[in-house]
């Protein structure tokens, strides 16, 4: 029994930075894909960024040039950082880790970002 626990997420003014980390309560065997995705009030759950065991990654076009994803594979923990904050970011940020059976969610952390 796995849990992804989700951290860093706070009310900040726009403009502003977090950062945001994620590690699973237990050990992930092996971790492929690392990634942060967002829920809104009212939207559904988009994704924000990826990350590969290699470091390649990919980026939501709302989060190009301002959002950097990293990963430490000996701790199975993923980062979001998050600079230039604006209003429209305000959500429930969740991470996923995926090995070679299925995905793992956190629980979220909120981030409300305000004018």
């Known amino acids: 029994q796995v849990q992804l626990v989700e951290s860093g997420g706070d009310l900040v003014q726009a403009g502003g930075s977090l950062r945001l980390s994620c590690a699973p309560s237990?050990?992930?065997?092996?971790?492929?894909?690392m990634g942060w995705y967002r829920q809104a009030p009212g939207k559904q759950r988009e994704l924000v960024a990826t990350?590969?065991?290699?470091?390649?990654?990919n980026y939501a076009d709302s989060a190009k040039g301002r959002f950097t994803i990293s990963r430490d594979n000996a701790k199975n923990t993923v980062y979001l950082q998050m600079n230039s904050l604006k209003p429209e970011d305000t959500a429930v940020y969740y991470c996923?880790?995926?090995?070679?059976?299925?995905?793992?969610w956190g629980q979220g952390t909120q981030v409300t970002v305000s004018s």
């Open positions: 996923n880790m995926k090995d070679w059976l299925q995905a793992y």
């Open positions: 990350i590969t065991r290699t470091g390649s990654t």
């Open positions: 237990r050990n992930i065997f092996y971790v492929d894909v």
